[in-house]
């Protein structure tokens, strides 16, 4: 280490000496040059020399007061050219101004400041020629070692990442050359770096070049143009990344400071703009007020803990049945925000009144959601009983006890599945919905919140896929025609917060949920992502369409009755909520259904129950059929 520290100092040394000494040599031909002309300079050599050391004590005191010598030479961009340039200007001006009040060492400005340019020239051609050196010394040894990368976007963007990569010394990458659209810059040059078109032929250039990966440099990318230039450069075989900002996963915040290269990651390729909340409105809504998160453990329930813990609550209550998932979130929010969070973790059931009854009673929260649900389609086919008891007889506990105990807001998280539902999960969210709907005489202000997949949640295909190719597949799709509407679990968290905060009464938000993505183009392109070719190195598979699974979901934007709000992912569909009265003859229905089936497994007493409480739900292989039927037509327009 003291031997590191030492070696680091002489060659700061070695660069000091070395700069004076053209300093010097500057300051000699100066005066060589202007002893040529006697009118050029009237001072002798004595006030000449203390003249070139007042101005040199200037601008190297100045050099070492803006840093630029803990700057490594080798490795220099053009910020540390820039400081060298800005120290040598500011010493130079601080000279001049010092002789011109004493006449006695001062030769005139226009001498002065030639020479202070002289002498900055020279000194960042120095820099320079031993930068260049460097490189070449070091292209048979290093620099053949590092990965050939081509850069997508010979703009700003790209000729930043290309100096990046050059200059920064942790790089393993050595940039090859650039593609480009722009006419004006294909056959030219950006730092040195040949600009080729992007169009066909660049694909077999691009295998006949060093290049292992490809990175995209463009200001800025959507959807549909990350997924085109995905498809387009994979042809080369090269692994592609993205020059762009950090993705805001789940419980990271994102830095929209600096751009990195980063992988791609699947929620790029699935032709959406990224989406740019304001949360003003959130954090003044959530800001001092005591959450209550019903199933805050889970995907959605731990992200909205995420999003709340960041609006200043005055508390934050989690409750779940499942401890592993409860301490998790816990410990991650502790380890964030230590002791200026409130935060409390309840474990219990929402099936159990009497516990939700004694939380509700101790915390007495003004805005609670209800996350707490069973979701997984074919499990609740063949546990009809234990969905119906979980998700709407929950769902009703608590929404009794947010009325008993006077909360502000409540607000259900429902899914797409509940529309024209085909499975016992989608219709108990729409009897959930009818739960809360029906409550419009209540000082409780009841909403629910209507989305589609979430990206990566619990028991989702995203993670199964993850498996499947880490064991080396075959990647298992129900049916190649499949389609679904996702969104990330952050984006859909904050929607549903802005929901929230925009509920008055008995309101069913729907999100826009962007486009469909066909389940095998998932799948294909999360192969793909791994670095792997689909079928031929892992295969794809059809096992059938599970219990209760739709072919197509139905979109929720394709709806006559919505109402636009503020922000425009978030819609109010008007849907004519039932009597109370009504509601609740339904509920007391299910439950003598209940008292009878739950001894029974897969039990088609409880799906009959159901139907008869949601008049659209029907078989799945009846609303299958219709929906083919409108896709091939569609297909055929």
Request: charged letters at 25%; glycine letters at 8%; proline letters at 3%.
């Amino acid at each position: 280490m003291s031997w590191s520290i030492g070696f680091k100092n002489k060659r700061k040394q070695l660069l000091m000496l070395t700069d004076l000494v053209l300093y010097a040599a500057v300051y000699l031909f100066g005066y060589l040059i202007m002893g040529l002309s006697s009118a050029s300079c009237d001072l002798p050599p004595a006030r000449y020399l203390l003249n070139a050391l007042v101005f040199a004590a200037f601008i190297f005191g100045m050099r070492f007061a803006m840093r630029v010598y803990t700057n490594v030479w080798r490795y220099a961009d053009s910020k540390s050219y820039l400081q060298l340039v800005c120290a040598d200007l500011a010493g130079g001006l601080t000279a001049t101004a010092l002789t011109y009040g004493v006449r006695y060492i001062y030769m005139g400005i226009w001498q002065s400041a030639s020479l202070v340019a002289m002498v900055n020239v020279i000194t960042l051609t120095s820099r320079f020629v031993y930068q260049r050196y460097y490189r070449h010394c070091n292209v048979d040894g290093t620099e053949m070692n590092k990965i050939g990368v081509a850069i997508v976007g010979a703009g700003q963007v790209g000729a930043l990442l290309a100096e990046e990569l050059t200059c920064s010394s942790a790089s393993h990458y050595r940039p090859v050359c650039y593609i480009d659209k722009d006419r004006a810059k294909i056959g030219g040059r950006v730092a040195g770096l040949r600009v080729y078109g992007e169009d066909e032929s660049i694909i077999e250039r691009l295998k006949a070049m060093p290049v292992q990966e490809i990175f995209i440099a463009l200001p800025s990318i959507d959807g549909d143009a990350a997924r085109h230039l995905y498809d387009f450069y994979s042809r080369t075989g090269c692994k592609i990344k993205l020059y762009d900002f950090p993705f805001t996963d789940a419980g990271t915040e994102l830095n929209a400071e600096r751009r990195v290269i980063r992988e791609i990651k699947i929620e790029d390729l699935l032709f959406r703009d990224s989406m740019k909340i304001d949360d003003a409105a959130s954090r003044a809504f959530y800001a001092g007020k005591v959450v209550l998160i019903t199933g805050g453990g889970g995907s959605i329930g731990s992200e909205l803990c995420r999003q709340v813990a960041r609006c200043a609550p005055r508390q934050i209550v989690i409750f779940d049945i499942y401890e592993n998932n409860a301490y998790a979130i816990q410990q991650e929010l502790i380890r964030r925000y230590g002791t200026s969070l409130d935060l409390a973790v309840e474990i219990g059931s929402v099936r159990d009144r009497a516990r939700l009854e004694s939380v509700f009673a101790h915390y007495r929260p003004q805005v609670v959601f209800h996350a707490a649900a069973h979701k997984h389609v074919p499990l609740m086919e063949h546990s009809g009983c234990d969905a119906v008891k979980n998700n709407v007889f929950g769902t009703y506990n608590t929404a009794d006890m947010a009325e008993k105990y006077g909360v502000g807001k409540f607000i259900l998280i429902s899914t797409d599945k509940s529309v024209n539902p085909t499975n016992i999960m989608g219709a108990t969210k729409r009897l959930c919905e009818m739960v809360i709907q029906c409550r419009t005489d209540s000082k409780t202000s009841f909403a629910a919140v209507r989305f589609g997949n979430v990206l990566g949640s619990n028991g989702s295909v995203i993670p199964l896929f993850q498996k499947q190719i880490e064991k080396g597949g075959p990647l298992t799709i129900t049916d190649k025609r499949i389609i679904r509407y996702f969104m990330t679990i952050p984006e859909a968290s904050q929607l549903v917060m802005l929901a929230g905060a925009m509920a008055r009464r008995g309101e069913l938000f729907v999100l826009n949920m962007g486009k469909p993505v066909r389940i095998l183009d998932l799948a294909e392109n999360m192969i793909r992502l791994s670095g792997l070719v689909p079928y031929r190195d892992i295969d794809i598979r059809e096992i059938g369409l599970r219990p209760g699974e739709k072919l197509y979901e139905e979109p929720l934007m394709k709806n006559e009755n919505l109402e636009s709000t503020d922000n425009d992912r978030i819609f109010i569909e008007h849907d004519t909520p039932l009597p109370r009265s009504e509601v609740d003859r339904r509920l007391e229905e299910l439950r003598g259904v209940l008292r009878h089936a739950e001894t029974s497994i897969g039990s088609e007493e409880i799906r009959e129950a159901m139907k008869r409480a949601v008049p659209t739900f029907r078989d799945p292989e009846e609303v299958n059929e219709h929906l083919d039927r409108a896709a091939l037509a569609g297909m055929a327009l």
